[in-house]
């Protein structure tokens, strides 16, 4: 579904993405791993066409298309989505609205359905608004409730660097299979090789390229093993260009 080649980024002077490759197949879950600082992040806002966040080199292909010069609107039309590391606060926008808000959104007791998946009770929610009464993780849940809403071909799941706490890791990891029992191929981008555990694929990013892609139990006892403790976010471990 999504083939990225060689892609590359400058920001500010300073590579951030460094020949990158990586591909996310029809149906699947991936799981891209690797600390704060090594491009996460920066992966995410490439492919979803952020901001000013356009490559120097590379091509991402999206069912076929090289999506590199689409907007992000064009990029949702095709079905691609972003949960962003911090979610919106909307003044006067109640949760309700906002999950009908998808044009892929079946009435509300699907979206009820929804919150009930992320741990979110339905008749506490619905009627509130999305602004600073909600916790942070409140919102994230309210997030990924709207992604499920969505129905995207491809969602890209975002960890924010503060993590996830232990509390809504479970419903994280239940909104995930959701998706994917719904169609959706997961791009889901953390430093938590916990969270990783529900991928069928994961790759290990450092210093904005891929060292490796594995079965995830494999993949986050060699990050426990070889990136916890690498203080190397703008050039990979020498030794791990060797592997």
Known sequence: MLEVQNLSLSLNGRSIINDLSLHVNGGEIHGVLGKNGTGKTTLAYLIMGVGNYCPRAGR?????????????????????????????????????????????????????????????????????????????????????????????KLAILDEPDSGIDILSLPFLLSAIVEMNKQGSSVLLITHNEKVVETAHRVSVLCAGRILRTGEPREMSLWFKENCQSCVHVNEPKEESDKL
Request: proline share 3%; glycine share 10%.
């Open 60 to 152: 991402m292909i999206f069912e076929g298309q090289d999506i590199a010069g689409l907007s992000v609107s064009e990029r949702a039309r095709k079905g691609i989505s972003l949960a962003w590391q911090e979610p919106a606060r909307i003044e006067g926008l109640s949760v309700r609205d906002y999950l009908m808000l998808s044009g892929n959104a079946r009435g509300v007791k699907q979206v009820e359905r929804y919150l009930s998946v992320l741990g979110l009770e339905p008749a506490t929610y619905l009627g509130r608004d999305i602004d600073n009464t909600l916790s942070g993780g409140e919102r994230k849940r309210i997030e990924l409730a709207s992604v499920l809403a969505m129905r995207p």
